[in-house]
Structures are given as C-alpha cells and as structure tokens.
C-alpha cells in the first residue's frame, strides 16, 4: 500500500458559472503500488438555475482551474431548479510514475448554478476492488 488510507477532501458552498474550483484535495504525496495510478471520485451535488442548463465536471491535476485534465464529463442537462447529484470516477495513470499528485474537481455551469458542493476521494488504483 502507498498510503495508509484514501485521501478524501468536501468543498465549501459555492456558486458557479465559469469554470470554478469545487474541491481541492491534499497532496498524496506517495506513488501508487501496482503501477496503475490515482482513482479519483466523487459527487458534485448543486441546485441547479430557475432555467434548464448544463454541467460539466472536470478533475484537473494540482490545485485550481489551471492544471491538466485527467477527467471531463459529458454536458449533464440539469432541469430547472432542480437539485442534481452527479457522481464522476477518474484514473490518473501519470501518478503512478510521478509519485506525488493534488486533484481539484472543477464545474462549469451554462447559467448559473447555486449551493454547488464537492466532495473526493483519491485511491491507489491496486487497491480497487
């Protein structure tokens, strides 16, 4: 085993149009055994605009917007108003020879979405069941 147990990380309430930063997690600051990388999961859960819009999550290597995507999903259309919960997996395979890797997970909303929230978890890909 890497590290002695997942990383986990829950971001603060934030509204999001642009492109914005939900959650950021610790550094794991360990390589992966098995050679296979960092899984990276979640749910961005948000009350979505007074009009239908869409939704898309990214996780990004490193801290903030700026940093290479390991994950992006589909256009997510999110009814008016309503509250969404959207799950995301992520393999980060360049951990695995890197050895120390941060992940944001980033939303970006077609109208503005409010009450957004993230939560994280990173686990050496060996390890999944």
């Known amino acids: 085993m890497s590290y002695?147990?997942?990383?986990?990380a829950v971001g603060a309430s934030t509204?999001?149009?642009?492109?914005?930063?939900?959650?950021?997690?610790?550094?794991?600051?360990?390589t992966p055994t098995?050679?296979?990388?960092?899984?990276?999961?979640?749910?961005?859960?948000?009350?979505?605009?007074?009009?239908?819009?869409?939704?898309?999550?990214?996780?990004?290597?490193g801290s903030g917007t700026g940093g290479t995507t390991v994950y992006t999903s589909p256009a997510i259309t999110v009814a008016a108003a309503a509250v969404a919960a959207i799950p995301f997996v992520a393999l980060d395979s360049s951990a695995a020879s890197t050895g120390v890797a941060q992940y944001t997970v980033t939303a970006t909303a077609s109208l503005a979405a409010t009450a957004g929230v993230a939560s994280v978890l990173v686990q050496n890909a060996a390890e999944q069941d």
């Open 4 to 8: 002695s147990a997942p990383i986990t």
């Open 15 to 30: 509204g999001f149009t642009a492109e914005t930063a939900m959650v950021t997690t610790p550094v794991v600051a360990a």
């Open 34 to 61: 098995g050679g296979q990388g960092n899984v990276i999961s979640g749910v961005l859960t948000f009350t979505g605009n007074a009009s239908a819009s869409t939704v898309t999550v990214k996780v990004r290597q």
